[in-house]
Protein backbone atom coordinates (compact mmCIF):
# COMPACT_ATOMS: atom_id res chain seq x y z
CA UNK A 1 0.00 0.00 0.00
CA UNK A 2 0.81 3.55 -0.92
CA UNK A 3 -0.08 7.03 0.61
CA UNK A 4 0.90 10.01 0.21
CA UNK A 5 1.13 13.68 2.72
CA UNK A 6 1.22 16.67 0.57
CA UNK A 7 2.10 19.04 3.98
CA UNK A 8 2.11 22.41 2.68
CA UNK A 9 3.82 24.09 5.46
CA UNK A 10 7.70 23.82 5.47
CA UNK A 11 7.56 24.15 9.47
CA UNK A 12 5.04 21.44 9.81
CA UNK A 13 7.16 18.94 7.92
CA UNK A 14 10.65 19.87 9.59
CA UNK A 15 8.81 18.72 12.68
CA UNK A 16 7.38 15.31 10.90
CA UNK A 17 11.03 14.62 10.29
CA UNK A 18 12.62 15.32 13.08
CA UNK A 19 10.00 13.00 14.69
CA UNK A 20 11.08 9.92 12.23
CA UNK A 21 15.09 11.34 12.45
CA UNK A 22 15.30 10.27 15.99
CA UNK A 23 15.37 6.48 15.20
CA UNK A 24 18.04 7.06 12.60
CA UNK A 25 20.20 8.19 15.06
CA UNK A 26 20.23 5.46 17.61
CA UNK A 27 22.73 2.56 16.03
CA UNK A 28 22.80 -0.03 18.06
CA UNK A 29 19.38 -1.68 19.18
CA UNK A 30 18.64 -3.13 22.67
CA UNK A 31 20.22 -6.27 24.04
CA UNK A 32 17.12 -8.73 24.51
CA UNK A 33 16.75 -9.01 20.48
CA UNK A 34 15.08 -5.83 20.05
CA UNK A 35 15.22 -3.88 16.73
CA UNK A 36 18.42 -2.97 15.16
CA UNK A 37 19.39 -0.33 12.58
CA UNK A 38 21.51 -1.62 9.27
CA UNK A 39 22.23 0.27 6.81
CA UNK A 40 23.44 -0.39 2.76
CA UNK A 41 23.86 2.03 0.17
CA UNK A 42 20.22 3.04 -0.69
CA UNK A 43 18.34 1.50 2.55
CA UNK A 44 18.16 2.20 6.46
CA UNK A 45 16.15 -0.60 7.42
CA UNK A 46 15.07 -1.16 11.94
CA UNK A 47 14.65 -4.16 12.02
CA UNK A 48 14.05 -7.07 14.35
CA UNK A 49 15.60 -9.73 11.79
CA UNK A 50 18.62 -11.82 12.53
CA UNK A 51 22.08 -9.74 11.92
CA UNK A 52 21.84 -12.74 8.98
CA UNK A 53 18.18 -12.19 7.58
CA UNK A 54 18.86 -8.41 7.46
CA UNK A 55 21.83 -8.31 5.58
CA UNK A 56 20.34 -10.68 2.91
CA UNK A 57 17.48 -8.33 2.73
CA UNK A 58 19.50 -5.23 2.16
CA UNK A 59 21.36 -7.46 -0.36
CA UNK A 60 17.87 -7.98 -2.39
CA UNK A 61 16.95 -4.91 -1.81
CA UNK A 62 19.73 -3.41 -3.42
CA UNK A 63 19.54 -5.37 -6.27
CA UNK A 64 15.56 -5.21 -7.03
CA UNK A 65 16.40 -1.07 -6.93
CA UNK A 66 19.38 -1.09 -9.14
CA UNK A 67 16.97 -3.53 -11.99
CA UNK A 68 14.32 -0.90 -11.04
CA UNK A 69 16.30 1.87 -11.54
CA UNK A 70 17.70 0.67 -14.85
CA UNK A 71 14.03 0.15 -16.37
CA UNK A 72 12.82 3.45 -15.49
CA UNK A 73 15.91 5.15 -16.23
CA UNK A 74 16.49 7.02 -13.28
CA UNK A 75 18.67 6.29 -9.87
CA UNK A 76 16.86 6.16 -6.56
CA UNK A 77 17.09 9.81 -4.94
CA UNK A 78 17.35 9.16 -1.71
CA UNK A 79 17.78 6.45 1.03
CA UNK A 80 14.83 4.72 1.76
CA UNK A 81 14.02 4.32 5.65
CA UNK A 82 12.23 1.42 6.60
CA UNK A 83 10.57 -0.18 9.75
CA UNK A 84 10.50 -3.76 8.98
CA UNK A 85 8.82 -6.15 11.34
CA UNK A 86 9.50 -10.08 12.32
CA UNK A 87 7.82 -10.37 15.49
CA UNK A 88 6.10 -7.21 16.85
CA UNK A 89 6.07 -8.59 20.46
CA UNK A 90 10.18 -8.03 20.13
CA UNK A 91 9.32 -4.20 19.85
CA UNK A 92 9.27 -2.35 23.15
CA UNK A 93 6.10 0.49 23.67
CA UNK A 94 8.89 2.72 23.33
CA UNK A 95 10.26 1.23 19.73
CA UNK A 96 6.86 0.54 18.39
CA UNK A 97 6.15 4.62 19.30
CA UNK A 98 8.73 5.45 17.06
CA UNK A 99 6.23 4.02 13.66
CA UNK A 100 3.69 6.42 12.34
CA UNK A 101 0.37 5.15 13.94
CA UNK A 102 -1.08 4.05 10.20
CA UNK A 103 2.36 2.23 9.84
CA UNK A 104 2.11 0.43 13.36
CA UNK A 105 -1.38 -0.41 12.04
CA UNK A 106 -0.62 -1.91 8.71
CA UNK A 107 2.29 -3.88 10.59
CA UNK A 108 0.01 -5.59 13.27
CA UNK A 109 -2.60 -6.47 10.11
CA UNK A 110 0.26 -8.53 8.38
CA UNK A 111 0.98 -5.18 5.73
CA UNK A 112 2.94 -3.03 4.72
CA UNK A 113 2.58 0.61 4.14
CA UNK A 114 4.58 3.25 2.60
CA UNK A 115 4.35 7.25 3.39
CA UNK A 116 5.62 9.72 1.34
CA UNK A 117 6.09 12.99 2.68
CA UNK A 118 5.99 15.57 -0.25
CA UNK A 119 7.35 19.09 0.79
CA UNK A 120 5.71 21.70 -1.15
CA UNK A 121 4.75 25.44 -0.78
CA UNK A 122 1.50 26.78 -0.70
CA UNK A 123 0.12 26.36 -4.30
CA UNK A 124 3.88 25.84 -5.56
CA UNK A 125 5.80 22.85 -7.02
CA UNK A 126 6.37 19.83 -5.11
CA UNK A 127 10.05 20.76 -4.44
CA UNK A 128 11.19 17.42 -1.90
CA UNK A 129 10.47 13.81 -0.89
CA UNK A 130 10.82 11.49 1.62
CA UNK A 131 9.43 8.14 1.95
CA UNK A 132 9.29 6.19 4.77
CA UNK A 133 8.22 2.56 4.52
CA UNK A 134 6.94 0.25 7.17
CA UNK A 135 6.59 -3.64 6.40
CA UNK A 136 6.00 -6.86 8.22
CA UNK A 137 9.15 -9.23 7.10
CA UNK A 138 7.19 -11.81 5.36
CA UNK A 139 5.82 -12.51 2.39
CA UNK A 140 8.08 -9.96 0.28
CA UNK A 141 6.36 -7.62 1.47
CA UNK A 142 9.60 -5.20 2.25
CA UNK A 143 10.58 -5.79 -1.33
CA UNK A 144 7.23 -4.67 -2.75
CA UNK A 145 6.75 -1.47 -0.38
CA UNK A 146 10.32 -0.16 -1.06
CA UNK A 147 8.93 -0.56 -5.01
CA UNK A 148 6.38 2.29 -3.57
CA UNK A 149 9.38 4.32 -1.79
CA UNK A 150 11.11 4.23 -5.45
CA UNK A 151 8.08 5.99 -7.44
CA UNK A 152 6.87 8.02 -4.68
CA UNK A 153 10.91 9.53 -4.08
CA UNK A 154 11.44 9.50 -7.78
CA UNK A 155 8.50 10.63 -9.11
CA UNK A 156 6.56 12.46 -6.72
CA UNK A 157 3.70 9.75 -7.02
CA UNK A 158 3.14 6.00 -7.82
CA UNK A 159 0.26 6.15 -10.35
CA UNK A 160 -3.35 4.22 -10.56
CA UNK A 161 -3.75 1.58 -7.66
CA UNK A 162 -3.56 -1.25 -10.40
CA UNK A 163 -0.24 0.35 -11.69
CA UNK A 164 0.76 0.97 -8.30
CA UNK A 165 0.40 -2.03 -6.85
CA UNK A 166 0.85 -4.15 -9.93
CA UNK A 167 3.90 -2.64 -9.91
CA UNK A 168 4.97 -3.37 -6.70
CA UNK A 169 4.27 -6.79 -7.13
CA UNK A 170 6.17 -6.96 -10.33
CA UNK A 171 9.29 -5.12 -8.50
CA UNK A 172 9.50 -7.55 -5.88
CA UNK A 173 9.94 -10.52 -8.41
CA UNK A 174 12.53 -8.94 -10.42
CA UNK A 175 15.71 -10.70 -10.22
CA UNK A 176 18.78 -10.23 -12.19
CA UNK A 177 18.81 -12.12 -15.19
CA UNK A 178 15.59 -13.52 -14.52
CA UNK A 179 12.38 -12.79 -17.81
CA UNK A 180 10.41 -16.14 -16.32
CA UNK A 181 7.24 -15.77 -14.22
CA UNK A 182 8.35 -16.29 -10.85
CA UNK A 183 5.43 -15.66 -8.32
CA UNK A 184 5.11 -18.20 -5.69
CA UNK A 185 3.06 -21.26 -6.15
CA UNK A 186 -0.20 -20.16 -4.42
CA UNK A 187 -0.83 -16.58 -6.49
CA UNK A 188 -0.01 -18.98 -9.59
CA UNK A 189 -2.50 -22.10 -8.23
CA UNK A 190 -5.15 -18.83 -7.31
CA UNK A 191 -5.00 -16.89 -10.85
CA UNK A 192 -5.09 -20.37 -12.71
CA UNK A 193 -8.15 -21.07 -10.42
CA UNK A 194 -10.30 -18.64 -11.37
CA UNK A 195 -12.87 -17.05 -13.98
CA UNK A 196 -10.29 -14.27 -15.45
CA UNK A 197 -11.32 -11.29 -14.01
CA UNK A 198 -12.93 -8.70 -16.58
CA UNK A 199 -9.67 -6.10 -16.97
CA UNK A 200 -11.67 -3.48 -16.43
CA UNK A 201 -12.30 -4.62 -13.14
CA UNK A 202 -8.62 -4.75 -12.60
CA UNK A 203 -7.84 -1.03 -14.21
CA UNK A 204 -10.77 0.55 -12.23
CA UNK A 205 -10.23 -1.57 -8.24
CA UNK A 206 -9.95 1.03 -6.04
CA UNK A 207 -7.22 0.14 -3.22
CA UNK A 208 -9.22 -1.28 -0.52
CA UNK A 209 -7.88 0.65 2.65
CA UNK A 210 -8.83 -2.04 5.51
CA UNK A 211 -7.99 -6.01 4.07
CA UNK A 212 -7.49 -5.25 0.26
CA UNK A 213 -6.67 -9.10 -0.31
CA UNK A 214 -3.66 -10.92 -1.79
CA UNK A 215 -5.50 -11.98 -4.57
CA UNK A 216 -6.49 -8.71 -5.58
CA UNK A 217 -2.98 -7.91 -5.86
CA UNK A 218 -2.55 -10.64 -7.70
CA UNK A 219 -4.68 -9.42 -11.08
CA UNK A 220 -2.95 -5.96 -10.78
CA UNK A 221 0.34 -8.40 -10.87
CA UNK A 222 -0.85 -10.30 -14.39
CA UNK A 223 -2.10 -7.34 -15.83
CA UNK A 224 1.39 -5.61 -15.47
CA UNK A 225 3.78 -8.44 -15.69
CA UNK A 226 2.00 -9.00 -19.06
CA UNK A 227 1.94 -5.31 -20.01
CA UNK A 228 6.00 -5.26 -19.39
CA UNK A 229 7.44 -8.19 -20.77
CA UNK A 230 4.92 -8.68 -23.43
CA UNK A 231 6.65 -7.31 -26.63
CA UNK A 232 3.33 -6.39 -28.19
CA UNK A 233 2.96 -4.05 -25.08
CA UNK A 234 5.98 -3.00 -23.18
CA UNK A 235 7.76 0.29 -25.32
CA UNK A 236 3.90 1.58 -24.19
CA UNK A 237 3.70 0.51 -21.27
CA UNK A 238 6.95 2.60 -19.49
CA UNK A 239 5.97 6.01 -21.00
CA UNK A 240 2.19 5.17 -20.12
CA UNK A 241 3.91 4.59 -16.06
CA UNK A 242 5.89 7.54 -16.30
CA UNK A 243 3.24 9.94 -17.51
CA UNK A 244 1.00 8.11 -15.02
CA UNK A 245 2.81 8.96 -12.18
CA UNK A 246 3.73 12.43 -13.18
CA UNK A 247 -0.24 13.05 -12.83
CA UNK A 248 -0.43 13.07 -16.31
CA UNK A 249 -4.68 12.40 -17.59
CA UNK A 250 -4.02 9.28 -18.69
CA UNK A 251 -4.54 5.92 -17.92
CA UNK A 252 -4.92 2.49 -19.65
CA UNK A 253 -7.63 3.23 -22.16
CA UNK A 254 -5.57 5.87 -23.65
CA UNK A 255 -2.70 4.29 -23.96
CA UNK A 256 -4.49 0.35 -24.94
CA UNK A 257 -8.03 1.24 -26.04
CA UNK A 258 -7.34 0.17 -29.45
CA UNK A 259 -5.78 -2.77 -28.55
CA UNK A 260 -8.20 -3.98 -25.95
CA UNK A 261 -9.34 -7.21 -27.35
CA UNK A 262 -5.60 -8.33 -28.40
CA UNK A 263 -4.82 -7.85 -24.49
CA UNK A 264 -7.96 -9.80 -23.59
CA UNK A 265 -6.73 -12.41 -25.93
CA UNK A 266 -3.05 -12.51 -24.69
CA UNK A 267 -4.42 -11.82 -20.51
CA UNK A 268 -6.28 -15.05 -20.79
CA UNK A 269 -4.13 -16.92 -22.90
CA UNK A 270 -1.44 -16.00 -20.44
CA UNK A 271 -3.62 -17.08 -17.79
CA UNK A 272 -4.16 -20.29 -19.28
CA UNK A 273 -0.38 -21.02 -20.06
CA UNK A 274 1.08 -19.59 -16.88
CA UNK A 275 3.24 -22.01 -14.49
CA UNK A 276 6.69 -21.19 -13.14
CA UNK A 277 9.24 -20.02 -15.59
CA UNK A 278 6.70 -18.67 -18.39
CA UNK A 279 8.22 -16.19 -20.53
CA UNK A 280 6.01 -13.60 -21.36
CA UNK A 281 8.22 -11.61 -23.74
CA UNK A 282 8.55 -15.02 -25.46
CA UNK A 283 4.88 -15.28 -26.38
CA UNK A 284 3.95 -12.66 -27.36
CA UNK A 285 0.93 -13.10 -30.20
CA UNK A 286 2.01 -12.13 -33.61
CA UNK A 287 -0.78 -9.47 -34.75
CA UNK A 288 1.42 -8.59 -37.71
CA UNK A 289 1.65 -11.82 -40.26
CA UNK A 290 -0.87 -11.66 -43.12
CA UNK A 291 -2.29 -15.44 -43.91
CA UNK A 292 -3.73 -16.48 -46.76
CA UNK A 293 -5.61 -19.43 -47.85
CA UNK A 294 -3.63 -22.11 -49.89
CA UNK A 295 -4.69 -22.77 -53.94
CA UNK A 296 -3.25 -25.44 -55.48
CA UNK A 297 -0.20 -26.42 -55.52
CA UNK A 298 1.15 -23.60 -53.77
CA UNK A 299 2.66 -23.35 -50.50
CA UNK A 300 3.77 -21.15 -47.96
CA UNK A 301 6.75 -21.31 -45.37
CA UNK A 302 7.68 -20.14 -42.00
CA UNK A 303 9.90 -19.82 -39.38
CA UNK A 304 9.43 -21.42 -36.37
CA UNK A 305 11.55 -21.30 -33.49
CA UNK A 306 11.45 -23.94 -30.67
CA UNK A 307 12.45 -21.15 -27.85
CA UNK A 308 9.36 -19.38 -28.73
CA UNK A 309 5.01 -19.53 -27.86
CA UNK A 310 2.74 -19.90 -30.92
CA UNK A 311 3.74 -18.72 -34.68
CA UNK A 312 2.04 -17.24 -37.43
CA UNK A 313 2.36 -20.31 -40.35
CA UNK A 314 1.05 -17.50 -42.87
CA UNK A 315 -1.71 -20.34 -43.82
CA UNK A 316 -5.50 -19.97 -43.59
CA UNK A 317 -6.80 -23.37 -43.19
CA UNK A 318 -10.04 -24.72 -43.68
CA UNK A 319 -12.26 -26.91 -41.92
CA UNK A 320 -11.83 -30.86 -42.94
CA UNK A 321 -9.41 -29.87 -45.43
CA UNK A 322 -6.26 -31.65 -45.55
CA UNK A 323 -2.71 -30.02 -45.40
CA UNK A 324 0.74 -31.44 -45.31
CA UNK A 325 3.96 -30.02 -44.18
CA UNK A 326 7.80 -30.00 -44.81
CA UNK A 327 10.02 -28.80 -41.85
CA UNK A 328 13.53 -28.42 -42.31
CA UNK A 329 16.26 -27.90 -39.61
CA UNK A 330 16.90 -28.60 -36.23
CA UNK A 331 15.71 -27.61 -32.20
CA UNK A 332 16.21 -29.48 -29.16
CA UNK A 333 14.12 -28.78 -25.75
CA UNK A 334 15.80 -28.53 -22.20
CA UNK A 335 16.97 -31.83 -20.56
CA UNK A 336 14.24 -32.18 -18.21
CA UNK A 337 12.30 -31.93 -21.26
CA UNK A 338 8.93 -33.96 -20.89
CA UNK A 339 7.50 -36.89 -23.39
CA UNK A 340 6.62 -35.71 -26.66
CA UNK A 341 8.03 -32.49 -26.52
CA UNK A 342 10.16 -31.16 -29.54
CA UNK A 343 6.93 -32.81 -31.37
CA UNK A 344 5.81 -29.77 -34.13
CA UNK A 345 2.32 -28.92 -33.27
CA UNK A 346 -0.70 -26.43 -34.28
CA UNK A 347 -3.45 -24.42 -33.14
CA UNK A 348 -6.11 -22.38 -35.26
CA UNK A 349 -7.03 -19.45 -34.11
CA UNK A 350 -10.33 -17.46 -35.41
CA UNK A 351 -12.08 -14.32 -33.91
CA UNK A 352 -9.89 -14.13 -30.94
CA UNK A 353 -10.62 -17.86 -30.18
CA UNK A 354 -8.13 -20.52 -29.90
CA UNK A 355 -8.91 -24.14 -30.60
CA UNK A 356 -7.25 -27.06 -29.28
CA UNK A 357 -3.35 -27.60 -30.14
CA UNK A 358 -2.76 -30.88 -31.87
CA UNK A 359 0.34 -32.99 -33.30
CA UNK A 360 1.40 -31.84 -37.05
CA UNK A 361 3.20 -35.06 -38.67
CA UNK A 362 6.43 -34.59 -40.71
CA UNK A 363 5.33 -35.50 -44.37
CA UNK A 364 1.75 -36.95 -43.84
CA UNK A 365 -1.65 -35.07 -44.10
CA UNK A 366 -3.21 -33.65 -41.67
CA UNK A 367 -7.26 -32.37 -40.99
CA UNK A 368 -7.99 -29.01 -40.19
CA UNK A 369 -10.24 -29.10 -37.22
CA UNK A 370 -11.65 -25.61 -37.92
CA UNK A 371 -11.59 -22.82 -40.05
CA UNK A 372 -8.91 -20.21 -38.89
CA UNK A 373 -5.27 -19.26 -39.00
CA UNK A 374 -2.56 -21.87 -38.36
CA UNK A 375 -0.37 -21.30 -35.74
CA UNK A 376 2.99 -23.42 -35.10
CA UNK A 377 5.33 -23.73 -31.79
CA UNK A 378 7.67 -26.98 -31.02
CA UNK A 379 5.78 -28.55 -28.25
CA UNK A 380 7.17 -28.20 -24.84
CA UNK A 381 6.12 -26.94 -21.42
CA UNK A 382 5.37 -23.26 -20.92
CA UNK A 383 7.48 -22.47 -18.23
CA UNK A 384 10.64 -24.23 -20.09
CA UNK A 385 11.11 -22.84 -23.27
CA UNK A 386 14.05 -20.52 -21.98
CA UNK A 387 16.28 -23.89 -22.95
CA UNK A 388 15.05 -24.65 -26.31
CA UNK A 389 17.33 -24.08 -29.11
CA UNK A 390 16.95 -23.95 -32.88
CA UNK A 391 14.80 -23.65 -35.22
CA UNK A 392 12.45 -25.36 -38.34
CA UNK A 393 11.54 -24.01 -41.91
CA UNK A 394 8.04 -25.29 -41.98
CA UNK A 395 6.41 -25.33 -45.60
CA UNK A 396 2.71 -25.89 -45.86
CA UNK A 397 0.85 -27.07 -49.08
CA UNK A 398 -2.74 -28.99 -49.65
CA UNK A 399 -2.32 -32.61 -49.36
CA UNK A 400 -3.73 -33.34 -53.24
ZN1 LIG B 1 1.40 -1.66 -2.09
Redesign the pocket.
Known amino acids: ??ETKTLFRIALLTVFLMAGNSVWAQRTGSAGGGPRLYESRTFQIYTDLSEVDARELLKDLETMIELVSKYFGHPCRKRIQMFVVEDLSRWSPEERGKMLPEGLTSIQGGA?L?VTRVQQYVGGPKIDADAVVFAVSKHQTPM??AI?AYCGLTFGSTGPVWY??GM?EVGKYFQAGEKGVNAPPYVIEYLKSEEPKPLDDIVNNPLERTGDSWQN?AWRWVLCHLLGYNENYSQRFKPLGLAMMAGNNTGFNNAYGTQFREIEFEYQLFLQDLEPGYRADLCGWDWKTRFRPLVGAAQLACKVDAQRGWQASRAKCVAGEQYVVSATGEWSTGPDSSEGNGQLVGIIFQDYVLGEPFPIPDGEPFTAPSDGQLYLRCQDDWGKLTDNQGSKTVRIKLAK
Do not use: K
Open positions: MWGTHEHSEAY
